[in-house]
């Protein structure tokens, strides 16, 4: 089938969700923390730590659907019809067929989503009550009073989990490449 044809089986909804989903890398953090902050101390979030994981994971959604609808794109559906006509079930075909070949996209995404709601303190300065604290807004508050020890081994750890997880994604992206594509 065509990529045309492909296209025509995308969800009807997707126009209006997808800009959605993917609003948070437009508006600025300081006006996502504030509408945030109004919107749940309506509701009973401010102050709450589903309140901050709510708003953390709206932060990090973006990255997550842009790195997962990329290795979506490069999947090949046939591959889910003939697992389904070999017997398996969906949850079988899932987990044996497709995500092993989108599964660095999903890392990715994991990542990014990890490192930008770790780097997030704007969100958690405006929604975290006073004994909530965060590492960055623990390292950040620690930065303007004094630098201490903690906070230098704090991003030396940082650095070094970022740097592996960039070499297991490169090293999964190789992977992936060297892996035969199927014949069309």
Not at 133 to 149: A, V, Y
């Amino acid at each position: 089938m065509d990529r045309v044809g492909q296209q025509g089986d995308a969800a009807p909804g997707r126009r209006i969700v997808m800009p959605l989903l993917l609003s948070p890398l437009i508006v600025p953090v300081v006006i996502t923390a504030v509408g945030s902050y109004l919107f749940y101390a309506r509701v009973g979030l401010a102050s709450t730590y589903a309140g901050i994981i709510l708003a953390h994971t709206a932060l990090a959604s973006p990255f997550v659907v842009v790195t997962v609808a990329a290795s979506l794109t490069g999947f090949d559906r046939n591959l889910m019809r003939a697992a389904a006509i070999s017997g398996a079930r969906p949850v079988m075909a899932f987990s044996r067929v497709m995500l092993p070949l989108i599964l660095p996209g999903v890392l990715s995404g994991a990542a990014f989503a990890f490192v930008t709601s770790f780097d997030e303190v704007v969100v958690v300065q405006f929604l975290a009550s006073a004994n909530q604290r965060t590492m960055p807004l623990e390292m950040f508050i620690g930065l303007r009073e004094k630098l201490s020890p903690a906070i230098t081994a704090a991003a030396t750890l940082m650095m070094a989990l970022s740097i592996m997880l960039l070499v297991v994604a490169n090293l999964l992206a190789r992977r992936g490449q060297r892996r035969p594509r199927a014949a069309a």
